[in-house]
């Protein structure tokens, strides 16, 4: 039974760092101590800065936090690991990556047959078939944009409703829709910061204080809220 956490954003404006899903992680974690980070979205700080920050707020409810990085055997680290937790930070260089160490395979793999996956931001958007609906720079270039395929739909993270005054350039939805022309059978869930995606005894729900908004072609982009029904995404 697959299970995924797929949260938006790690910090909400005015708050501390992981404090809005940090109950969320909590309990979708249960009794499991123990998680696998993947830091390697990380840009301007050390893979060892990012693991104890993840750290200090898993600390809270008694999880050791042991990172990717240390382990010489990458596969091996994910074939044994109890929960896999992926952090944000640049997607582009978080998928470069994984593709390196060769373990798509392993993680997908291991999280079909039942191990725990939680993501944030570019965590979330690795779980996708493909990464083609980050918002982040391409600072480095992967092999391909081709992810985990955990779910069959693809996120945007920090999805933003917002066209600033004097702003000429494209819209977030404009940019979304431009990808679902060239991807027609593929939904896009607009993931608004604060709220999340989980899947858990084979349901999607979304999680979080702002609904979701889909995109899909032919469809008019909708709105989804809590306690709405998301089995259309396994479609």
Known sequence: MVRLLLISNSTNAGEAYLEHPKKEIEKFLGSIK???????????????????????????FGVEVDSIHHHRNAKLAVQ??????????????????IQQTDIIEAVRNKVLSGTPYIGWSAGANVACPT????????ITEPDSFSAFSLVRF?????????NPEGHAGETREQRIMEFVEMDPHVYVVGLREGTMIKLEDVQFSLIGPKPARIFKKGQPPREV??????????E
């Not at 690991?81 to 952090?87: H, L, T």
């Not at 990464?131 to 391409?138: A, E, F, G, R, V």
């Open 131 to 138: 990464i083609c609906t980050t918002n982040d720079m391409p």
């Open 34 to 60: 123990r998680v696998l980070f993947i830091p390697w979205a990380a840009v301007t700080f050390s893979y060892n800065e990012y693991e104890q920050k993840v750290q200090e707020r898993f600390s809270e």
């Open 225 to 234: 809220y809590p306690g709405d029904d998301l089995d259309f995404l396994f």
């Open 80 to 97: 044994e690991a109890e929960a896999i937790v992926v952090g944000g930070g640049n997607t582009f260089k978080l998928l470069k990556t």
């Open 154 to 162: 693809q996120i945007n993270p920090h999805y933003l409703d917002a």
